[in-house]
């Protein structure tokens, strides 16, 4: 297990799993993508409007 007691550390240890971050960042990405274009619209809403003449 690698010790991480420092900001350089943790920017070493992304800098050896530079390839494994990337593939993880990508993929959580394209499904945040396909979720928001191919889920249906739940919120979908219609109003009506009551005006009242003469005030």
Sequence with gaps: MI?????????????????????TVLATFVIILLGAF???NRYESTALLLVKPGR
Excluded: G
């Design 3 to 23: 010790n991480i007691r420092s900001f350089r550390d943790l920017l070493r240890l992304l800098f050896i799993f530079q390839r494994e971050v990337r593939i």
């Design 38 to 40: 191919l889920l249906p």
